[in-house]
């Protein structure tokens, strides 16, 4: 077979030289072209028929059905334009396709971590050139806390869709027979949490106030620096997690707490637990826990759980050194990408920009994945924000002290190497906190620099 | 010395033995296969677990209970859909069963050669071969990437495939084993009537080895089966290249991540052809398996 | 290739065999037919293991991403100071990995002689514990993975079992102390291929031997210390050897078992969960290589895991002139 001959011929040229095979691998990952398009394909344009690719992240059956339903709608609507929906791709996934030059035409994120990295290194197209020749006024459009994270270097690289808010679920049954408010500083949290633990005659522990480790369920949002009113980053870039002494405190309230209960009790709650944080065997839902940090997801969750439990949702609780930020909290969402790759570039960002633009879409798609819509159109035709679950939520996101980490080359990397640090302190792998957070900051600061070397 | 004082033959030993009385006998059962029994029991349970909590309810899955109440057979049809079982199950055969062929035809040649053709070198050259096994799929997997990548094999089963057509280490090493116990008077009689290597490989050695190729080919089909580095880095980005090995993985980390009763179910129907295979064929799985720990 | 090899019999045919084996003396067999015999094997080491390994050597001084359009630069031995002296993950996964090495392969082989023990001393029935004993060696990797997972989840079979009998179980997987050992257990179970091998190498010891020990009158341990032992020494560096390759590559089961334990869905960003315990080498290579893309970086700790393997294994071959029996098989 002809076909055969030519691929075992490249196989032998590819095996001939090393040097060349760096080469190679350079011409598959680019090809991108680096200018913007002049013009946008408007709403109204006949187009020839296009199939284009879209990839998206882990999904219940229902999403993925919700995700299907919009795409046929947007089809019908512009029935030269056909997608091809494959979920269940993460950003290695992703990584993946693109070093194999087989990257899709939108991909969809379920974390902005990687947004600094995939513009830096060229995988994701600049959208600023598309989006000025389809006129969109992105600050218009969308909240501004969602911008924080899906630009890099004034360079707009992605669009939100769909964001998510952090709070402080609570059952409020418990909260009242004890005869506690929902805190609102971090050291009310640990009163709450130990007047609100029940513990069983063996002294072993059968209910939770509150469990702080930081790699639990979506504990890591108390951690990501809103909650103590600093960033990961200086103005000049350096990592602050040993200059800035409230990460030392963050860090000592989270052990206090962990350490009252016993590290072994902790560990154990959270090995039951862990596996079960999103379905009916949820602790707050169970009653094996008084109140607990999660997303907004979590009030689908627990209405899918049909349970009986009446809960409160209100912010994180803050560091009390910075305790007039309360009511912000780590605002976060999911990102949607134009990979430099797709060989439908136009088409793709047209439907990049129904997806992530259209009304009707975002409050549909919020009802479904149970998330917070992402434009201002969208957030005002949402009935849900008056919702006395959701209502806080869609709060905590507005609010304007609300943010997201800064986002960096280096990718997710920076946030695993201090969430290691975390877990080393919290069981007692590292006792001196100084020189675990210097230590830390150094870390994050090389990887930063061997990032962009 | 030691043997003139005692004379005893094993079957007057035996003969002895028959005259203990019988409870004496049970107990001594009892105590010999004591040990047996709860080493099987610690070989069962993983087993039995994995089976039991494939027809358990969403709500007793993990309890730690042993007995399914109710049974819920559903599980398994669920399986095909919380994941593409169907394909995967595809894809996976055609991995394995390719490449346990590839392994064979092109390992069955040099196997030949290190054992049966006499030639300079061919001791290092074996050292060579055995040298390969040794390399870790991690060490090579960088630049292959790009290799597969640029050849646009990535998300097929290229990658998985391709490469067994051209000789495996270990079956390479594994065949020689038995190539050697074939006669020398038989191969060199064939020599000395004038039947060229290619002929006595395939008119002599080959069928006089068939049980060695089907250990062989076995042993590749079930490292294929279980394969899981290879799809997950290679092909398991796709829907065509996708094995059930990373189907299964990515089940228990997706949003049905504490479906145990499904995981279980799932590997349950993964498991079965591979235990189908071993049923149908154990006395040449466990005779190579023995040839392969017996030194060259 | 039937056509080469048919053209090759065509040339050879004119009695050389005949001539070379009358003068008694070994022949030796032409050229042609022996590189048409290795030649597939000589392309695919070429192709797919002497280019890849010379290849990531050259990658391992560069700071190639693949994916990265950014241009691929020399960069010395940079990547491998990295490693050595700034790197995170590095030494955890070493650490671990030797762990497993260390405890697992050794418990690993002494296991497999004792199941192999055992069913050599029932009388009866040995066929059907032997299968018994085999059948979890045949289970896939990813399966036996999750199954353990299930058994040894906090509220699960096991630790109902020892609640029964007064323990508290640990939180195995989910307890950076125990996720380890709950991996060693997998490899325990799973130990049926080596107890084969070693059920295969306690019938090759001839009977004489034992018979003369019965009629010394030797103990039961004395007997197998003395006797079968020996036998056994060349199946026993066997096991290790290969228990130390295999656990140097030792890659599913931690991908699988810390992605479950982790309910983080993106699970690529936390293997080796709980904590770092169950970051091994080979995870973090994976990691640094096909997460994080730093292909450089990753390929300086793809050869230094290949010089290490290639090391160790020259040393336990020394070593094993010295250790093992030579019970004078062929």
Known sequence: MPSTARRSTSLLLVAASAAGALALAACTSSGADASGPQTAIATTDKHEPTTITVWTFNHLPQEVKAFEGALARLHTTYPWLTVKFVPNKDDAAFGKAVAAGQAPDVFVSPSPDNVAKFCYNGTVAPLDEYLKAAKVDVAATFPPSALVYTKFQDKQCALPLLVDAYGLFYNKKMLADAGVNPPKTLSELTAAAKKLTVKNKDGSIKRFGFISRSDYNNNSALYDGVQAGTQYYDARGKATFGADPRWAQLMQWDKDLNDWYGNGQVSKFVAKFQPHTDDAKNPLITGDVAMEVDGEWHVGEIADAKTDLDYGVVPVPVLDEVKQTYGAGSAVGTVAYLPAGSKHKQEAFFALQQLTTDTAFLTGLADTVYNIPSTFDSLKAWDKKDDEHWGPLVEIFANKGSYYKQLTPVGSEDATVWGTARQQFETGHATDLGKLLDETAGKIDKLNQDAVE | ?296 | MTSTTASTTADRRPGSSRRRSRRGSPSRSPWSAVLVMVSPFLVGLAVFTLYPVVTTLYYSFTNFQLGSIRPTEFVGLRNYERLFTSSDTFWVGVRNTLWMVLIMVPLRTLYAMFAAWVVGSVRRGARVYRTLFFVPAIVPVVGASLAFIVMLSPTGPVNALLAKVGIEGPAWFGDPQWSKPSLVLMALWACGDTIVIFSAAMLDVPRELYEAADLDGVGRWQRYRHITLPFLSPVILFSVVTGMIYTFQYFTEAFVASGSASAVQDSSQLLGYPGQSLLFYTTDLYQQGFVYFKTGYASAMAWMLFLVIFGATVVMLRMSRSLVHDSGRP
């Open chain 2, 1 to 296: 010395m030691a043997t003139a004082v005692s004379p005893r033959l094993p079957a007057a030993a035996a003969r002895e033995r028959d005259r203990r009385p019988f409870g004496r006998r049970v107990l001594e059962g009892v105590a010999e296969h004591a040990l047996a029994v709860a080493l099987s029991a610690a070989f069962v349970l993983p087993l039995l677990v994995c089976v039991v909590t494939s027809v358990m309810t969403q709500q007793q899955a993990g309890t730690g209970e042993l007995v399914p109440q109710p049974l819920h057979w559903g599980n398994f049809r669920e399986v095909f859909e919380v994941m593409p079982f169907a394909r995967d199950l595809w894809n996976t055969l055609l991995y394995a069963g390719l490449s346990a062929v590839g392994i064979v035809v092109s390992s069955v040649p040099v196997a030949y050669a290190v054992s049966r053709m006499r030639w300079r070198g061919r001791n290092a050259f074996f050292v060579v071969v055995l040298a390969t096994m040794m390399i870790p799929a991690q060490v090579t997997s960088l630049p292959l990437y790009v290799m597969y990548a640029h050849l646009g094999w990535i998300g097929t089963l290229k990658p998985l495939i391709v490469p067994a057509f051209f000789g495996d280490a270990f079956s390479i090493f594994l065949l020689r084993q038995f190539f050697l116990t074939i006669p020398e008077e038989t191969i060199e009689a064939a020599r000395v009537d004038g039947a060229s290597e290619y002929r006595i490989l395939r008119q002599i050695v080959v069928p006089m080895a068939r049980p060695a190729l089907a250990a062989v080919g076995l042993f590749a089909f079930m490292f294929a089966w279980n394969d899981f580095y290879n799809p997950l880095l290679y092909s398991g980005n796709s829907a065509s290249g996708q094995t059930l090995a990373v189907g299964l993985a990515g089940l228990a980390k997706s949003a049905h991540q504490s479906a145990y009763q499904l995981q279980m179910a799932a590997s349950l129907m993964f498991l079965l052809p591979v235990l189908l295979l071993f049923m149908s064929a154990q006395k040449v799985f466990i005779e190579g398996i023995a040839m392969s720990g017996s030194k060259g």
